[in-house]
């Protein structure tokens, strides 16, 4: 299958990488920025542009891989009649591809992506879309040939899909910000949490969380919340945070 790749980001490159090494074969990188598209399509051994009219009209699948605000206005620039094009985002609905061919699709893989640690995509969930019975087969054989995890999902069905990996996995990091500053103002070093980050994450790998929640919310020690709000009365805003996680931790006991 030839594939052609728009965007150069976290996804484009890690997705481009491992399809590379599954052996399919590129035509060409696009990115808005010719240097980032160039350094793509050199590890995918294929020609790179940043000018949306060199795009070659003869490849089997296009990918849009760039952030969710910009693919409405890219799905508008490109006319690919019944060529398949897909996008990778979570929570953008399918029908944003609508401008760009009669044939569309989803192909969202459910993970967290950097720019150079490489993922091992078997184990990643790829959720898949279309509008056309035939691309929803070749979608589902592409991607089986990643990952054996594959599931065709409708747009409202991933939107949901991508809020509770924002919580997961955003908010979760974010918290391990929050303890990294927090430790830091008494010049703790943030190698003291990570143990204890490494048995959370471990723990719901066989457990649903629910069932593993510990801390002073879970056992209503009220003394000990009062005492982290003090501990916490000249940041207003983890105050608020740390309130309202703690009710939510009551709501769903
Ligand atoms: N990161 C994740 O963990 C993850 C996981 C699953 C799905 N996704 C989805 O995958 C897609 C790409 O995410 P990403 O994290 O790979 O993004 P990223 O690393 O921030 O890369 C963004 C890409 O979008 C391009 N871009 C940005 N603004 C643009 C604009 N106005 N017009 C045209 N191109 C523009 C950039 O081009 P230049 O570099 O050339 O400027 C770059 O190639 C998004 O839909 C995202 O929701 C992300």
New binding site residues.
Partial sequence: MNIILL???????QLGQALHKAGASFLQVY???QD??AKLAAKLNCESI?DSSKLRLDADLYIL???????P??AQQLSLKDRLVV??????PMSVLEPASNKIGVF??????S?EKEVDFSVIPLIIESNNPESLILLKDFAAKLSTKVLELDSAQRLILHVAAVFACNFSNHMYAIAQELLATRQLDFDLIRPLIAETAAKVHFNLPIEVQTGPAIRNDKLTIQKHLDSLKDQPQLQEIYRLLSQSIVNLR
Wanted: hydrophobic share 30%; glycine share 8%; charged share 10%.
């Fill in positions: 965007g150069s980001g976290r996804v484009a490159t990115s808005r920025t980032h598209a940043s891989s760039v952030t969710d605000d910009a693919l206005a890219l996008h990778t985002s979570g929570s953008t969202y893989p459910l993970q967290t992506f720019h």
